[in-house]
C-alpha cells in the first residue's frame, strides 16, 4: 500500500482503535468518574495534535447519458491524507450545497465522509466538520469549489477519466484535552508528538460504540484509484534548497557591507588628512 | 457654470460618482419649477431626497377659498398680564382663525416642589442650611427653571453650584418621599432611584476641566499612553484567554480606568505576557490557540500575514516573485508543519536580503562623492551586482537571464568582488 505520506509520528501500526472496552473496566472507571471527569477536561501544553486531510472532488462525465441538467456525476469528500478512518476525531460532516439542489444541506453522519450527486454547475461546496465532545466543540469549515469541467478548455471530456480536485490541508488541534490524547495516541489517522516526559494520561474512554461502526477508512474505497499522493519530500526538498540559496546571498551581502564600512572609514580618515 | 458658458470654456464632468448617465444629464436637464440659477446653485446636482416635490413649486394656493390679511389683535395665554398686541392674521372667508396664540404651548417650566412650614420643620431641617436660605433657593429654582449656574449666581450668600444642587434635590427627594402613601409608589421616580451625589460631581466636574485645559502636549501623551495600554491589554487578552484563572486579578486592570490616572494603565508588570520583541509571532499563535481548532493552511496564512505586516506591499511583491522563480509554491502543495516552518523560514529570509539589498544600497549611495574614480572603471563592481530588480540574479552581472540558471552561484560575482577593493587600496 502505499503510505509514503505525511504521517510520520504515529505508533504501532494500530488500524482500529485502542481495543473494547470490558464491562469490569467500565465499572471501575465508574467509582473514580468523578476525578476522570475533571481530567478530561484538563489540556495539555504545547501538545499539538494534527490530522492530515484531503478534502475535494471527483467528477465524471457523463457522456452520452448527459442531460442538460445533469452533465456530471460528482462527489466531494473529505478523507484521511493516508486514507484512515477520520470516524474516530470527525463526528459528522455537513456539506452545503448549492441552493438549486434539493435539501442542499446534506449530513453524513459516519465515515467515509462523502457526498455524490449529479448536476453540470460548479460552485463553493461548504463542508462543516463536527468533532467528537472531547475533541472540540467548535466546528471547522472547509471551502471547495467544485470542479466538473477540466483546466484545459481544449482536452476533450472523458467518460472514464474523471476531472479529480484534491487539496491537502491538516487540521490543528493546538490544546487538546488529555482525553482526546488518549483516545487517539496510536491512532494512525492521526498525528501526535511526543508527550512531555513524566506525563501519564487517563485511559481512553471511546465515544461511540465501536462494534457499531462499520469500516470508515478509504484505502479500499472506490474512487481511491483517483486519490493523490501528497508527500511533503518534494515541497521540503525545494523549500530547502531556496533557503540555502538566500542564506548564502545574505552572507555574501553582509560581507559586503563590512567591506563597505571598512571602506568608508579609511576614506573618512584619508580625506580628514588632506 | 454660466461664466463658463459666456467665456467659452468647456465645462468640466463632475465627479463620476454616480451612474454614468449623470453628468451627460445634468448639464441637459434640469427639473421643472426651479429656475435655473436657483438649481445651479445646488451644484447643478439634485439633491438625493427631494424635500420639496418640484412640482408643488410652480402649484397655486387653492383658488376656491376667499383670502385676506387682516391687521388682528391677540392675547397670550402664556402671559399673566392680558396684554393685547396685534398681527397679521390670514383670514379664510372672511372668517379669522381660532385657537391660543401658535407660541403659547412653548410656555413650559419646572415643576418645582413647595413645600409648607410644617412639612419644612418635620422633614427638612439641615445643620448647613437655614430655613431662609432654603426659601430663597426654591424661589430662585422656581424663577430661572432650575438653571444653577444662574441660580447659584443670584444667590445671596456664596455656595457652589454643587451645594445648591445637593440641596434642592435632598429637599424635593425627601418631601417626595414624604408625601408619597407608600415607599413603593416613588421608588420608581427619578429623584428616588438615582439620588445626587455630591461628591462624584465635584470630582466629575474637576475631571472634566483638567481635560478641558490639557495642553497639546499632554494630549498627545495621553493618546501614546492610551495606544500603548490598548496593545498590551491586546497582547494580554489571548495569554489571559490561555492561562484562564490563572493570572490574578490585579491584572485584569488592563481595562483603562480613569484618564485622572494614566500612570496605572501603561503598567506592563505582567510577566507571563509573551515577550512584546516578537508581538507578530507569539500573538498570532496566541490568536490561533484561541480558536482551539484550525486548519494549517489557515495558520500558515496569518503568520505570513504577521511577518509581511512590517514591509510594506512592493516588498511583499518582490517576495513573491522571488519565491516563484526559485520554484517555491506561494501556498505549499502539502502543507505539513514542517513545511509550513520551513515556508515561514524562507519568507522572512527573504525579507532580510531585501534589506540587507536595500542597506547595501544605501552605503553605496553613501559612499559615492568618495569614489568616483572606481566606480566608473571596473565593469562588473558591486553597484550593477546589487542593484538587482525584482529577481535574484545571484552570480549575473551582464549575463542574459536567459542563460542565467536558478542554482548557479557567483564565482564570477566573488571575482568582481575583488576587483574594487583593490582599486580602493589604491588611493
Redesign the interface.
Known sequence: MTNSSSSKKHGQDQPELSGPTPKSHRTKMGKSEDTDKKNLGKKLKDVEISVPIVYGNIAFWLGKKASEYQSHKWTVYVRGASNEDLGAIVKRAVFQLHSSFNNPTRVVESPPFELSEAGWGEFEIVITLHFHSDVCDKPLNLYHHLKLYPEDENSSMSTKKPVVVELYDEIVFPDPSEAFLSRVQNHPAVNVPRLPPGVTLPPPIPVEDASKRRKGDTKDHPLSQWFTNFSEADELLQLAAARQQVQAHIAKLRRQISLIDGQHHQYFKSSSDQ | MDAKDILGLPKNSFPALEKKSRPHKESHRKPDGISREVYALTGGVPPLMPSLDSSQLKKKPPSHEKITWQWLPFTNSARKDNLQLYHWVRVVNGVPPTGDYSFAKYNKSVDVVKYTDEEYDKYLTDPMWTKEETNQLFDLCQRFDLRFIIIADRFPSSRTVEELKDRYYSVSRAILIARASSTGDVATHPLVKEPYNVSQEIERKRALSMVLSQTRQQERRDEEVLVEAKRIAELRMPAKA?EESQLAPSNAGAEVTGRAVPGETASPSNAQLPSITFPDNASTLAS??I???????Y?LDQMVQATSSSAGPRTVKRIEQT?LD????LK????????CA??L??RK??L??LN??K??QY??A??SP??DGSYNEAPGT?KDW?FIPDT?N?GGERVSKKDQK??G??HP?SSA?KRP?KK?SE?
Do not use: D, I
Open positions: 490561555v490561533l490557540r480558536l482551539r481548532v484550525y486548519l494549517r493552511t495558520a519565491l526559485l520554484g517555491v509554491n505549499p502543495r502539502v502543507p505539513t508543519k514542517a513545511v520551513e515556508h523560514e524562507l529570509e527573504m532580510t536580503l540587507l539589498q542597506q547595501v552605503k553605496e553613501e559612499g568618495f569614489r558591486p546589487t535574484m545571484f536558478r542554482k552561484h557567483g560575482s568582488h577593493r580602493a588611493f
